[in-house]
T-cell receptor, first 115, second 109 residues
Framework: DGGITQSPKYLFRKEGQNVTLSCEQN?????MYWYRQDPGQGLRLIYY???????QKGDIAEGYSVSREKKESFPLTVTSAQKNPTAFYLC??????????????FGEGSRLTVL | SQQGEEDPQALSIQEGENATMNCSYK?????LQWYRQNSGRGLVHLIL?????REKHSGRLRVTLDTSKKSSSLLITASRAADTASYFC?????????FGTGTRLQVFP
């Protein structure tokens, strides 16, 4: 089945540690996105990538890093510089990026808790 | 930056009733999309309406768009308990899709 797989589903981290969230898609989509969702809130864009080896900062990129070495993979690292990392993280992809892009396909999310 | 704002924040109705959610946004858009999210899950795309369209239907869903008022509405007709979820509008004008804060819909059997 085609889709987006995020792992792990739940992750606990001690303060000061970096953690990496995995996002893999087999939809052959060019564009991939990372969003953060806090309780009762909408989604805020962290980073996005429209093509391999290229990515752009979203609205809340500070304390996060990404890479896009392969079309199907877009891992997100939450660094120790992120002051309030406890949140629900959602990865998404679309056929292509840009202003006329249509729907996004989402993974099931990763819930990160900082202890 | 939050582009869209949904109204109401929460809505409770009985099965069989219609549910209407509204979305207002701030800047010009290329398209507006509605998504559904069940608790603790990822978002699922429901419908997309382009800036040159005024109304679109998909099954029990009806979406309208008024670009002069920078607003959209989502109507779910003959609601079911399984429609219980959060609903988000999202607008695209450049490379990014910006989501609103969502409406939490509760449908009681």
């Amino acid at each position: 089945d085609g889709g987006i797989t995020q792992s792990p589903k739940y992750l606990f981290r001690k303060e000061g540690q970096n953690v990496t969230l995995s996002c893999e898609q087999n939809l052959n989509h060019d564009a991939m996105y990372w969003y953060r969702q806090d309780p009762g809130q909408g989604l805020r864009l962290i980073y996005y990538s429209q093509i391999v080896n290229d990515f752009q900062k979203g609205d809340i990129a500070e304390g996060y890093s990404v890479s896009r070495e392969k079309k199907e993979s877009f891992p997100l690292t939450v660094t120790s510089a992120q002051k309030n990392p406890t949140a629900f993280y959602l990865c998404a992809s679309s056929i292509e990026g840009g202003p006329w892009t249509g729907e996004l396909f989402f993974g099931e999310g990763s819930r990160l808790t900082v202890l | 930056s939050q582009q869209g704002e949904e109204d109401p924040q929460a809505l409770s109705i009985q099965e069989g009733e219609n549910a209407t959610m509204n979305c207002s946004y701030k800047t010009s858009i290329n398209n507006l999309q509605w998504y559904r999210q069940n608790s603790g899950r990822g978002l699922v795309h429901l419908i997309l309406i382009r800036s040159n369209e005024r109304e679109k239907h998909s099954g029990r869903l009806r979406v309208t768009l008024d670009t002069s008022k920078k607003s959209s509405s989502l109507l779910i007709t003959a609601s079911r308990a399984a429609d219980t979820a959060s609903y988000f509008c999202a607008t695209r004008n450049t490379d990014k899709l910006i989501f609103g804060t969502g409406t939490r819909l509760q449908v009681f059997p």
